[in-house]
């Protein structure tokens, strides 16, 4: 069954993280990309991951709290490498109801093992418990949350997809 059933005529192309350029030359931190997964997490800078980019998130019903993770990899100027960037994750229901899930403060920091001129990325892995409060299209926001700045954002469907019935059981009573 195509999504657009279940999101209807408003569903955006496509659901990859949309990475929004940054105006601003004060802060020299991108988030290079960002997905959603049942689970996540990083160990020696690699991100171990369960269940990524899911399209949408099915719920047994609305008003339901489920627990997802959100990795964000930041790559950072070698200027800004010592510098904290404050982020805050925003998640916006259907109707335009916005809920803060996570604040982060990222500090990257040099390495001995760092090779100079090379990309420096941080990888970070959030858990989430955001209240789906009703099916549609919601989305995920990463944001400067000094500033506001949007730095990527993207589409999540959620679905109710009610559970099975239980089976019903008939005794015979002729078992005689």
Known sequence: MPLSTFWGPEVPAGTRWRCHPTESKMREMRVRDAFLANYAE??????YVTGGFPE????????????????IALEVDHPEVSAP?????????????IDTLARIAANRGLKDTQVPGSPLYQLIAVPLTPSLRSAGHCEISVSDE?????????PLGVVVVPPPEPPTW???SDDG
């Open 85 to 97: 960037h404050y982020l805050v994750v925003r998640l916006k229901h259907p109707h335009g109801d």
């Open 146 to 154: 000094l500033t506001g700045e949007v730095y990527a954002s993207v």
């Open 42 to 47: 990083i160990r020696e800078s690699l991100a």
């Open 56 to 71: 949408w998130w099915t719920i047994p019903e609305v008003n339901t709290t489920v627990r997802m993770h959100l990795v």
């Open 170 to 172: 008939s005794t015979n």
